[in-house]
Each structure stands twice: as structure tokens, then as C-alpha cells.
């Protein structure tokens, strides 16, 4: 589904990705770990089309088409959904008036019919109570004073309604506290699927404890320096990232 | 045309009554007192009319003469001369186009864009439309309506006629002649407007708007609009429309008063939206508006609300003078400027009474080349106890060529006064864009989404269905801002 390729990408003259190499298969979820400025929100930027970051070397296919060459919204009706490590506030937009706008683009690419106002409604309750998300967030503008938990949760509440192939979790259960974390947890494990697949950034193998990854891969300094099963977050949890980095030190990681 | 000329014709004027056979008629280009004697003489205005219309072009005449035409709004771009002899004071109606066929069809694009109905279309394009048409019938039963009421609702020459001790006691005493040049100048000339009159404890049934006085509609020019709320009563008013309304005169000077007595409230909503001109400025109205309310008695409110998209130029500050103790004033506006348009736009809040009470919410929107000035002033006078005022003023620019500024005055003269003052500039976020895209909606329907929620305290402000059509509008007036 996924296949990324010598990726090099620059933001402001400065490298950040240096050579990263990864293949997602459909039905898969990876995790991807690594230290604080690895590089890691920078990867999950420029797979969904964030303006200013400069691919200086590589390629990336999604389901066999270049994503790079795709406008951000294009990758949106194409089923790429990004979890933000910082979801944006949009003072006075309704979150149901967002939602409704999203879904209805990426139905209508889909060929669908556009759901009224009732039934994107009926859609929306219903998906948040099964998150057991209090839909009293519905009633707000999006992210507008939501807590940090709330803003989390709140995207994958998005996640669930607009159900994309490739999900890309970042930090998602960061600052989570032990419900939340299982919100979470539960509403990725629900989308699990053969046809779609997740990539999710993490600096805590407790959130792999509930979603259990078929890959784990490091990145660290613009590349994945070591890949493996679930049991690799446990042994980074235990010897830190300099050990990844010691074991491999080509970098060529795989997945 | 010398005068005996145009006093024959003001005599066989006379003799058809009110709408006759108009499109004969003309006055030369150029304002003199024969002009203004030929246009009063053409709306058979009894004297005391026609003596406050040589008044008032008297006093214009001076300031005229002396090169006093304003020149104190921020208008970076400036703008050409106006050349107040050139124009046609008293113009024949224009040829009408005979069907769509004959209209620019970039202008019927955005009618569509907007969804107005084929019948409106016509309408609002100046094509002569037949008798069947919807509006004519829905106006009909407003108007009896209103009568059951007691409700006063007619064009302003309506008013000079039939209701002339009311015309009398309250013209030019909010806006007086000597006000301000543009103020002069339409009192001299005025060409027709809305008169509103609503009794003692009415509470107006219905929204009132002109788009539903479909004859008077053309007189966008030099209009006048006189509103007056008895004691205890409410009404709310709607002017302009949608729809981008083009004309051929470039200079607009409209003046509207209103007056509220004791407990009474006064809204008054606006959507404008004449032609902006080109990409380079060129064409555009220039809209020099002179808009004010006093709220004369105990605890009478006046509401503002304006959406403000169209003119090349706009240069108009809805005001109140809270006279009455308790009144309150307010004005919430959106202002955007797009192409070259420039706006300077804002309000007046004077404190007289005790306990009065102002509120602003200034929303501008730069996009393009657009420039956006807000300028306020809010006074507390001497005896003004207890007076406050909130002030909120959030600017948003779209792309890097525009300008937004700001220039508040507050002058406080009794220490009782309570001020509050919240001011933003903010770029459209591009991370706010960006999270809209990630979740599928395009770069114009984001824009569009998040201009709304930046508007929505405004949009709040406006009757229902203004609220929708505003909304619309704003998103083809930034229609191309982008990219
Ligand atoms: N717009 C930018 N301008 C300058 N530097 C940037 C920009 N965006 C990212 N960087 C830099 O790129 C590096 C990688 O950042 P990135 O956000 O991808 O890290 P990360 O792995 O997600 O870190 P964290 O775990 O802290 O979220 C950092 O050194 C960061 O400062
Ligand atoms: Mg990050």
C-alpha cells in the first residue's frame, strides 16, 4: 500500500530525512519510535502534502501512485488520514459543520451520494458514542479550548467518520491519560481491517500494548535504523535509542 | 436648460402626478440651484422641502468652493477626482436590457453562484420584469400588513407628501446638512430612499427590507432612508441584498437617520454589495455613506450590523449618540476587500446619557490587493455616568499583498466610564488551512469555512436568512483569492 523509497526531505535548507526506506502492506499497522527531533512528525507531514517541506531525493507510492505529486486534499479522497501530534483550533467553525464539509469531499470523490445535515449528524453521534467520546464536543467549534486529551480524541472521533486506508497516527496518546489511551486504542483497533493500514508514532510501548503492531521500526536521525516485531519497543523501552542506533548502524531498515 | 424651461416642465410635472413618463426627462450634468429647484419641482415637493434642499446645496456649494471635499480617510491607493459637475443629478432611468440575454454574463454567473431565482435575476440585472412577478404580490400583502399596525413603510417621496410633519419634525436632525460634505451634497439631491415610521408600543411584525419596495429599488445613487421608533416599539430593518449590484453612476452618497424614542429598538441590518471595480481598480463604486442613529430616549437601543463585500470605495461609519439614559448602541460589521477595493469602515459610539451602554465587533477581511481600515471613536461626555463600551476588533488577512489597519480613538471625559478594548491581526492560519485539507475539503472551501467562523459573532447579529446569504456572498466574493 505504502512503499517509501530513499526519502530525503529538507525544511529550510536543513535535512531531515536522510534516506528512509518503508513498506506498508495493506492490513498492517507499524509503529514508528524514535527520539525527539528525529524526524518523525516531519515524515508524517510530508506523507499527507504539509507545504515546505522540499523531497530532495526519492519516491513515495501509495497503492502503486505517486503520492508526492497529489495536492493534500487529493490524498485525503484518496484515503490518507493524518492523526495530528497538534490538532489546530478553527475558532467559530462548528465541528459538525467541519466534519459534514470533509466527509461530504471525500464522498463525493468516492463517488457517494452528499449526506444531509440530518443523517451526518445521525452518523456522527453515532460513531462518538461508540468511541464513548462525550458527544458534547459535536456542539463546539473544532479543537476551540478542547483540552489536550479532548483534541486527541477528537481526532480519531474524525478518524472513525471519515474511515481512511492509510491512517497516520502521530503521538496520539501522548499526554493521554488511562481512558483516553484506551479511546484510543479501541477506535484504531475497531478500523483494523485487511484493507487498511496504520502507521503509528509512539514514545511509549504502552500504547503498543493495546494496539499490538505487526512492525516496529526506529528512526533516529532521519533514518530507520533498526526494524523489527512488537518485542523491539519492549527492548528499546529497557536500552534507549543508542542501542538501536549501535546494532544497525547502515540504517537500512525494513519492514 | 434655463429656468423658465424647467419650471414649465416642473409644471406639466404637476399635472401627471407623481410616475409619469419619466424617460423623456433629463437634467443636464452639473448641480446648480436650477437643478435642485428641476428635482424638486420633477417629485412635486411642496416648498419647505424644496427650501431645505437649497440649504443644504448652499452650505455644499461653500465647502465645494473651498476645496474642503474630505480627504481624511486611509484610501492607500487614493482615488481619481470626482467631478461633481459631470454628473447627471437627475437622470432618466437607463435603457433596461430587454432579457438575460443582454446582461453580462459574468454577472449572471455569480446570480447562479448565489442560487437567486431566475424571476430575481431579472430583477436585479435592471431587466424590465412583468407584473407577475412573485415579489410584487408578496409586497402587496406586507404592505396591508403593516397598515393593520398602523406601520408607516413608503419611499422617502412617499413620505415628503403624505407624511410630512413627521419628514419634517425629523429630517436632518441626526444628520444635519452641515454634517459632512458628502451628507451636504445628499441633501441637496437626494433621489428617493425608504421612510419608516412605527407607532407608539408596535412591535413591527415582520422584518422590514427594501428588497420587497421593488419600485424604489433603483435609486441606489443618492439615497435617503429616515427611520423612526416610537416610544416602546421594535423593528428591524434589512437593506440591500446579495446579489452584486451594478450601476453606472460611480459616486454613491446615501444618507440614512434613525431615531429612537423611549424604550424603542432599531435594527438595522446591511449587506452591500455594488460593483468593486477590476483587479486593477478600475470601475467600482465609490461609497461615501453617512449612517447614524439617535437613541433619544430612556433605555432605546440601536443595532448596526453591516456585511460590507462590494464598492471600490467605502467610507462609512454607522453611528449612535446615546442620548437617552440607559441606551445602548451597537455595531457589529464585516468588512471585506478583495481585487484593489479599499474600505474604511468603523463606528461612532457618543456617550451623553447616564448608563449608556456601547458595543463594537469589528471583523476585516484583506484578501488580494484589498485594503481594510477600521476607525472608531468612542466619546463619554461629561454627564455620561457610568458609561461603557466594548470594543473588539479582529482583522484577518488572506495572502501577503493586502493591508489592515487599524485607528481607535477614545475620548473619556467623566472618570466613571468603563472601557474595554480586545484588537487581533491574524494571517489565515496555514496550519488551520492545512488541517482542513488533510481532512479532504479544497483550498476555497477552507477559506471559505474558516472566514465564517472568524465573521460568526457578526453573522449572529443578522436576521436568519441574511445570515445564510452573507455567508454565501463572503465565499464568492473570495472566490480566486487563493492559489
Ligand atoms: N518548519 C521547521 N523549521 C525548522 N526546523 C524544523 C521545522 N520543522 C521541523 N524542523 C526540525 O526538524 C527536526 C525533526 O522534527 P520533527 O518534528 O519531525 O521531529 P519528531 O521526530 O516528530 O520529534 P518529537 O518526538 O519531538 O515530536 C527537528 O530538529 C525540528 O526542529
Ligand atoms: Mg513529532
Redesign the interface.
Given at each position: 500500500m505504502l512503499e517509501i523509497k530513499n526519502l530525503h526531505v529538507s525544511v529550510e535548507g536543513k535535512k531531515i530525512l536522510k534516506g528512509l526506506n518503508l513498506t506498508v502492506n495493506a492490513g498492517e499497522v507499524h509503529s514508528i519510535m524514535g527520539p525527539n527531533g528525529s524526524g518523525k512528525s516531519t515524515l508524517a507531514s510530508v506523507l499527507?502534502?504539509?507545504?515546505g517541506y522540499e523531497v530532495t531525493e526519492g519516491q513515495v507510492l501509495y497503492r502503486g501512485e505517486d503520492l508526492l505529486g497529489m495536492?493534500?486534499?487529493e490524498?485525503?479522497?484518496e484515503g490518507v488520514?493524518?492523526a495530528?501530534q497538534y490538532?489546530?483550533e478553527?475558532?467559530?467553525?462548528g465541528s459538525i459543520?467541519?466534519?459534514t464539509?470533509?466527509?461530504n469531499?471525500?464522498r463525493e470523490?468516492r463517488g457517494l451520494e452528499e449526506l444531509d445535515a440530518l443523517d451526518a449528524l445521525k452518523l456522527f453521534k453515532d460513531k462518538i458514542k461508540a468511541l464513548h467520546v462525550s458527544d458534547e464536543l459535536l456542539g463546539r467549534?473544532v479543537n476551540e479550548g478542547f483540552s489536550g486529551g479532548e483534541k486527541k480524541k477528537n481526532e480519531i472521533f474524525?478518524m472513525a467518520v471519515?474511515e481512511p486506508t492509510l491512517a497516520v497516527l502521530d503521538e496520539t496518546d501522548s499526554g493521554l491519560d488511562i481512558d483516553a489511551l484506551r479511546i484510543v486504542a479501541e477506535g484504531v483497533n475497531a478500523l483494523r481491517s485487511p484493507e487498511r493500514a496504520f502507521l503509528v508514532i509512539t514514545h511509549y510501548q504502552r500504547l503498543l500494548s493495546y494496539i499490538v503492531p505487526d512492525f516496529v521500526h526506529v528512526l533516529v536521525n532521519g533514518r530507520i535504523v533498526r526494524s523489527g516485531e512488537k518485542e523491539l519497543a519492549l527492548h528499546l523501552e529497557e536500552y534507549g535509542y543508542a542501542w538501536a542506533g549501535q546494532r544497525d548502524p547502515t540504517g537500512v531498515g525494513s519492514g | 436648460m434655463n429656468t423658465p424651461e424647467i419650471e414649465a416642465l416642473a409644471q406639466r410635472e404637476y399635472k401627471y402626478g407623481f410616475v409619469t413618463e419619466i424617460e423623456q426627462e433629463f437634467a443636464p450634468p452639473g448641480l446648480s440651484e436650477e437643478i435642485i429647484r428641476f428635482i424638486s419641482a420633477k417629485k412635486g415637493e411642496p416648498d419647505w422641502m424644496l427650501e431645505w434642499r437649497l440649504r443644504a446645496y448652499r452650505y455644499w456649494k461653500e465647502q465645494y468652493e473651498a476645496g474642503k471635499e474630505p480627504q481624511w480617510a486611509f484610501l492607500p491607493y487614493g482615488y481619481g477626482p470626482i467631478d461633481y459637475q459631470a454628473i447627471s443629478y437627475y437622470a432618466a432611468p437607463k435603457q433596461r436590457p430587454e432579457s438575460l440575454d443582454e446582461v453580462d454574463p459574468e454577472l449572471l454567473a455569480t446570480y447562479e453562484k448565489l442560487g437567486i431565482p431566475l424571476e430575481e435575476r431579472k430583477w436585479l440585472a435592471g431587466v424590465a420584469v412583468d407584473a407577475v412577478f412573485d415579489s410584487v404580490s408578496v409586497a402587496t400583502t406586507f404592505k396591508a400588513e403593516l397598515e393593520k399596525h398602523g406601520i408607516i413603510f413608503c419611499s422617502f417621496s412617499e413620505a415628503v407628501r403624505d407624511h410630512a410633519e413627521l419628514v419634517q419634525e425629523y429630517i436632518g436632525s441626526v444628520v444635519p446638512h452641515t454634517d459632512n460634505f458628502f451628507a451636504a451634497l445628499n441633501s441637496a439631491v437626494f433621489s428617493d430612499g425608504s421612510f419608516v415610521y412605527v407607532p407608539k408600543g408596535v412591535r413591527c411584525p415582520m422584518e422590514l427590507s427594501t428588497y420587497f419596495r421593488i419600485n424604489a429599488a433603483q435609486t441606489g445613487q443618492f439615497e435617503r432612508t429616515l427611520i423612526i421608533a416610537d416610544e416602546g416599539s421594535y423593528v428591524s430593518y434589512m437593506e440591500g441584498c446579495t446579489a452584486p449590484m451594478r450601476d453606472e453612476n460611480q459616486l454613491h452618497a446615501a444618507v440614512v437617520e434613525l431615531v429612537a424614542l423611549d424604550d424603542a429598538t432599531i435594527k438595522y441590518s446591511t449587506i452591500q454589495n455594488w460593483y468593486p471595480g477590476d483587479e486593477e481598480g478600475h470601475g467600482g463604486i465609490y461609497n461615501f455613506v453617512t449612517k447614524r442613529g439617535a437613541c433619544r430616549g430612556a433605555r432605546s437601543k440601536i443595532s448596526w450590523t453591516q456585511v460590507e463585500t462590494g464598492s471600490a470605495i467605502t467610507w462609512k461609519y454607522p453611528s449612535c449618540i446615546l442620548q437617552g439614559d440607559n441606551s445602548v448602541g451597537e455595531f457589529y460589521s464585516v468588512a471585506l476587500t478583495n481585487l484593489r477595493q479599499q474600505a474604511d469602515t468603523g463606528t461612532k459610539m457618543i456617550h451623553i446619557g447616564k448608563n449608556t451602554k456601547s458595543t463594537i465587533v469589528s471583523k476585516g477581511i484583506s484578501a488580494g490587493r484589498g485594503q481594510n481600515t477600521y476607525r472608531g471613536m468612542v466619546k463619554i461626555m461629561k454627564g455620561a455616568e457610568h458609561a461603557r463600551n466594548y470594543t473588539q476588533c479582529d482583522s484577518l488577512l488572506i495572502g501577503d499583498k493586502c493591508g489592515a489597519h487599524t485607528f481607535p480613538y477614545i475620548e473619556v471625559k467623566n472618570r466613571t466610564a468603563k472601557m474595554e478594548h480586545e484588537a487581533s491581526t491574524s494571517k489565515i492560519g496555514e496550519d488551520q488551512m492545512f488541517y482542513c485539507q488533510q481532512r479532504g475539503i479544497g483550498m476555497e472551501d477552507a477559506i471559505s469555512l474558516i472566514v465564517a467562523g472568524f465573521c460568526k459573532e457578526v453573522f449572529r447579529e443578522l436576521p436568519m436568512e441574511f445570515a445564510v446569504e452573507a455567508q454565501k456572498l463572503l465565499s464568492v466574493s473570495l472566490e480566486g483569492s487563493v492559489g
Amino acid at each position: 500500500m505504502l512503499e517509501i523509497k530513499n526519502l530525503h526531505v529538507s525544511v529550510e535548507g536543513k535535512k531531515i530525512l536522510k534516506g528512509l526506506n518503508l513498506t506498508v502492506n495493506a492490513g498492517e499497522v507499524h509503529s514508528i519510535m524514535g527520539p525527539n527531533g528525529s524526524g518523525k512528525s516531519t515524515l508524517a507531514s510530508v506523507l499527507a502534502g504539509r507545504d515546505g517541506y522540499e523531497v530532495t531525493e526519492g519516491q513515495v507510492l501509495y497503492r502503486g501512485e505517486d503520492l508526492l505529486g497529489m495536492a493534500p486534499e487529493e490524498r485525503a479522497h484518496e484515503g490518507v488520514f493524518l492523526a495530528f501530534q497538534y490538532p489546530v483550533e478553527i475558532p467559530g467553525v462548528g465541528s459538525i459543520q467541519f466534519l459534514t464539509a470533509a466527509l461530504n469531499a471525500i464522498r463525493e470523490h468516492r463517488g457517494l451520494e452528499e449526506l444531509d445535515a440530518l443523517d451526518a449528524l445521525k452518523l456522527f453521534k453515532d460513531k462518538i458514542k461508540a468511541l464513548h467520546v462525550s458527544d458534547e464536543l459535536l456542539g463546539r467549534s473544532v479543537n476551540e479550548g478542547f483540552s489536550g486529551g479532548e483534541k486527541k480524541k477528537n481526532e480519531i472521533f474524525q478518524m472513525a467518520v471519515l474511515e481512511p486506508t492509510l491512517a497516520v497516527l502521530d503521538e496520539t496518546d501522548s499526554g493521554l491519560d488511562i481512558d483516553a489511551l484506551r479511546i484510543v486504542a479501541e477506535g484504531v483497533n475497531a478500523l483494523r481491517s485487511p484493507e487498511r493500514a496504520f502507521l503509528v508514532i509512539t514514545h511509549y510501548q504502552r500504547l503498543l500494548s493495546y494496539i499490538v503492531p505487526d512492525f516496529v521500526h526506529v528512526l533516529v536521525n532521519g533514518r530507520i535504523v533498526r526494524s523489527g516485531e512488537k518485542e523491539l519497543a519492549l527492548h528499546l523501552e529497557e536500552y534507549g535509542y543508542a542501542w538501536a542506533g549501535q546494532r544497525d548502524p547502515t540504517g537500512v531498515g525494513s519492514g | 436648460m434655463n429656468t423658465p424651461e424647467i419650471e414649465a416642465l416642473a409644471q406639466r410635472e404637476y399635472k401627471y402626478g407623481f410616475v409619469t413618463e419619466i424617460e423623456q426627462e433629463f437634467a443636464p450634468p452639473g448641480l446648480s440651484e436650477e437643478i435642485i429647484r428641476f428635482i424638486s419641482a420633477k417629485k412635486g415637493e411642496p416648498d419647505w422641502m424644496l427650501e431645505w434642499r437649497l440649504r443644504a446645496y448652499r452650505y455644499w456649494k461653500e465647502q465645494y468652493e473651498a476645496g474642503k471635499e474630505p480627504q481624511w480617510a486611509f484610501l492607500p491607493y487614493g482615488y481619481g477626482p470626482i467631478d461633481y459637475q459631470a454628473i447627471s443629478y437627475y437622470a432618466a432611468p437607463k435603457q433596461r436590457p430587454e432579457s438575460l440575454d443582454e446582461v453580462d454574463p459574468e454577472l449572471l454567473a455569480t446570480y447562479e453562484k448565489l442560487g437567486i431565482p431566475l424571476e430575481e435575476r431579472k430583477w436585479l440585472a435592471g431587466v424590465a420584469v412583468d407584473a407577475v412577478f412573485d415579489s410584487v404580490s408578496v409586497a402587496t400583502t406586507f404592505k396591508a400588513e403593516l397598515e393593520k399596525h398602523g406601520i408607516i413603510f413608503c419611499s422617502f417621496s412617499e413620505a415628503v407628501r403624505d407624511h410630512a410633519e413627521l419628514v419634517q419634525e425629523y429630517i436632518g436632525s441626526v444628520v444635519p446638512h452641515t454634517d459632512n460634505f458628502f451628507a451636504a451634497l445628499n441633501s441637496a439631491v437626494f433621489s428617493d430612499g425608504s421612510f419608516v415610521y412605527v407607532p407608539k408600543g408596535v412591535r413591527c411584525p415582520m422584518e422590514l427590507s427594501t428588497y420587497f419596495r421593488i419600485n424604489a429599488a433603483q435609486t441606489g445613487q443618492f439615497e435617503r432612508t429616515l427611520i423612526i421608533a416610537d416610544e416602546g416599539s421594535y423593528v428591524s430593518y434589512m437593506e440591500g441584498c446579495t446579489a452584486p449590484m451594478r450601476d453606472e453612476n460611480q459616486l454613491h452618497a446615501a444618507v440614512v437617520e434613525l431615531v429612537a424614542l423611549d424604550d424603542a429598538t432599531i435594527k438595522y441590518s446591511t449587506i452591500q454589495n455594488w460593483y468593486p471595480g477590476d483587479e486593477e481598480g478600475h470601475g467600482g463604486i465609490y461609497n461615501f455613506v453617512t449612517k447614524r442613529g439617535a437613541c433619544r430616549g430612556a433605555r432605546s437601543k440601536i443595532s448596526w450590523t453591516q456585511v460590507e463585500t462590494g464598492s471600490a470605495i467605502t467610507w462609512k461609519y454607522p453611528s449612535c449618540i446615546l442620548q437617552g439614559d440607559n441606551s445602548v448602541g451597537e455595531f457589529y460589521s464585516v468588512a471585506l476587500t478583495n481585487l484593489r477595493q479599499q474600505a474604511d469602515t468603523g463606528t461612532k459610539m457618543i456617550h451623553i446619557g447616564k448608563n449608556t451602554k456601547s458595543t463594537i465587533v469589528s471583523k476585516g477581511i484583506s484578501a488580494g490587493r484589498g485594503q481594510n481600515t477600521y476607525r472608531g471613536m468612542v466619546k463619554i461626555m461629561k454627564g455620561a455616568e457610568h458609561a461603557r463600551n466594548y470594543t473588539q476588533c479582529d482583522s484577518l488577512l488572506i495572502g501577503d499583498k493586502c493591508g489592515a489597519h487599524t485607528f481607535p480613538y477614545i475620548e473619556v471625559k467623566n472618570r466613571t466610564a468603563k472601557m474595554e478594548h480586545e484588537a487581533s491581526t491574524s494571517k489565515i492560519g496555514e496550519d488551520q488551512m492545512f488541517y482542513c485539507q488533510q481532512r479532504g475539503i479544497g483550498m476555497e472551501d477552507a477559506i471559505s469555512l474558516i472566514v465564517a467562523g472568524f465573521c460568526k459573532e457578526v453573522f449572529r447579529e443578522l436576521p436568519m436568512e441574511f445570515a445564510v446569504e452573507a455567508q454565501k456572498l463572503l465565499s464568492v466574493s473570495l472566490e480566486g483569492s487563493v492559489g
